[in-house]
């Protein structure tokens, strides 16, 4: 799978149909932290593929936590590298959006991932 270019306005318009789909469903988080805005959790099947120059294009078959406007977390059997380029998109559709990781801590079974929206 060849990478996406989306405008930002594209981009944009993806994450914020994915923050209302779990919207319908999740919870807010009020913890907000360093946080610009609320995460809601959402549990979603998605891919991951990580397009850092250099990088193989691996791909990982994630499980969204939560989302919202600036970035999601997702569960991952594999361990992602800090600053990782991944283009991700949900399992129902073949719209993406990019992302770099910013965080990755053990979890039971494997990694959350937390990825802040280019």
């Excluded at 193989?56 to 594999?78: A, D, I, P, Q, Y």
Aim: a neutral charge; one cysteine or more.
């Amino acid at each position: 799978m060849a990478p996406l270019s989306n405008t930002a306005e594209k981009q944009s318009t993806i994450v914020r149909e994915w923050v209302t789909a779990a919207e319908q469903y999740g919870e807010r988080d009020a913890y907000l932290s360093k946080r610009h805005s609320a995460r809601i959790t959402w549990n979603e099947s998605a891919i991951a593929t990580d397009v850092s120059r250099g990088s193989k294009n691996e791909t990982f078959f994630v499980r969204t936590r939560n989302v919202c406007e600036s970035g999601m977390s997702f569960l991952s059997r594999h361990s992602i590298p800090l600053h990782s380029r991944l283009e991700i998109h949900l399992d129902s559709g073949p719209e993406s959006v990019t992302g770099v990781v910013a965080h990755s801590s053990t979890a039971l079974g494997g990694y959350i991932i937390g990825v802040v929206f280019e």
